[in-house]
């Protein structure tokens, strides 16, 4: 079964600067998806970057890259120039590829806060 | 707003009663997923449906639950006699399968459940 872990349970940043949360995963699989999504206080999750293993380049959406190592299975967030607007719980997860399989296995979640 | 939206929003019940919940996904989207997500915890799977057919369960969905797509549009998620235990943030997501290629989950807001 897949596992997804993030160590970090809680992680604090000044603003305009970087960091980085760090999350691992387990799989047997050659192929899947791995995702990092936000979810801010009393407020919906949503997708901030998703990665499909089988592309070796690093996704970026703006300000948010991530840091993709296939064989050590890490899959690292990085936030650059961060914003108040950021803090929240961010979830790594991870998608079997292709086929019935579509559930998404979450970690338990680090909780950012960005300070002023 | 075409998101995927869920009702009621809060729910509070007492421990014995039946509760249901409902999710509109995104309109042309042909898979919807429940997930449940207590305190500090990532979210975890429940169920997901590809059309009108509920195609995977998780070992989590006991016997008091059960959900339904009837139409392949919205779905509904019933949990009979509650138990405080079943107290949690119920999650609904949609996507959009084509072959095996999984598009990314979004996200309703949830349906915030406490059991008395």
Redesign the interface.
Known sequence: AQT?TQSQPEMSVQEAETVTLSCTYDTSENNY?L?W?KQPPS?????VI?QEAYKQQNATENRFSVNFQKAAKSFSLKISDSQLGDTAMY?C?F?N?????????????TKLSVKP | DTGVSQNPRHKITKRGQNVTFRCDPISEHN?L?W?RQTL??????LT?FQNEAQ??K?RLLSDRFSAERPKGSFSTLEIQRTEQGDSAMY?C?S?L?R????E???????TRLLVL
């Open positions: 997804v998806y995702f999504y407020r919906q999750m949503i997708l998703r979830f997860a998608m590829y292709g086929g019935s399989q579509g559930n998404l296995i979450f970690g338990k979640g | 898979r997923y997930y500090g915890q990532g979210p975890e799977f997901y195609l995977e998780s999650l997501a996507s399968s072959g095996s290629f999984q990314t989950q979004y996200f309703g807001p949830g």
